[in-house]
Antibody, heavy 121, light 108 residues
């Protein structure tokens, strides 16, 4: 059974750095053509893709947020970590991690439950 | 970046109705399109991938079609559990991914 679970702070202050962890089970981060992505959704708004990381450690970032994002993985711990610097209230959102299946769509076939991050002083 | 535009933004329908949601890409994306369903407070769920392939476990009343720039998601006979928000997602510019703005399907 494939599962993903996000963890991290629920509240961050403006200008701080956000660090989120996605812990996966039911598949390995070393699986070819599988990766993990981060996607966010501000309250009442649409989904926004942020970043991917794949088994070969290839990484990709949203063009608009690239300068603020870093994605990494620890295969032995089955964890993917996203950091976002210089947080602002407009970054308040539910942050999801999802498995990206590059052998299919590519598309996001399994999602975590999401974690709501509020940016406020 | 490729822009994805969904229409309508919201639609009201009744149980048993046939509903069609449209997604248009700002440039051709072949068949690199997926559809998701999202219920309040829940993560999105993959319904359709590669424009017309039904994800395992998804009811057959859901279907997708289209290629190039114009795509549709059709629900043949609405069930109470289908009232949700639907998103399209393009992967033609993979690894860059973009989503549509969503279509809210409400009970009439």
């Amino acid at each position: 059974q494939v599962t993903l679970k996000e963890s991290g702070p629920v509240l961050v202050k403006p200008t701080e750095t956000l660090t989120l962890t996605c812990t996966v089970s039911g598949f390995s981060l070393s699986n070819a053509r599988m990766g993990v992505s981060w996607i966010r959704q501000p309250p009442g708004k649409a989904l926004e893709w942020l970043a991917h990381i794949f088994s070969n450690d290839e990484k990709s970032y949203s063009t608009s947020l690239k300068s603020r994002l870093t994605i990494s993985k620890d295969t032995s711990k089955s964890q993917v970590v996203l950091t976002m610097t210089n947080m602002d209230p407009v970054d308040t959102a539910t942050y999801y991690c999802a498995r990206i299946n590059a052998a299919a769509g590519p598309d996001f076939d399994y999602w975590g439950q999401g974690t709501l991050v509020t940016v406020s002083s | 970046d490729i822009q994805m535009t969904q229409s309508p933004s919201s639609v009201s329908a009744s149980v048993g109705d046939r509903v069609t949601i449209t997604c248009r890409a700002s440039q051709g994306i072949s068949s690199w399109l997926a559809w998701y369903q999202q219920k309040p407070g829940k993560a999105p769920k993959l319904l359709i991938y590669a424009a017309s392939s039904l994800q395992s476990g998804v009811p057959s009343r859901f279907s997708g079609s289209g290629s190039g720039t114009d795509f549709t998601l059709t629900i043949s006979s609405l069930q109470p559990e289908d009232f949700a928000t639907y998103y399209c997602q393009q992967a033609n510019s993979f690894p860059s991914i973009t989503f549509g703005q969503g279509t809210r399907l409400e009970i009439k």
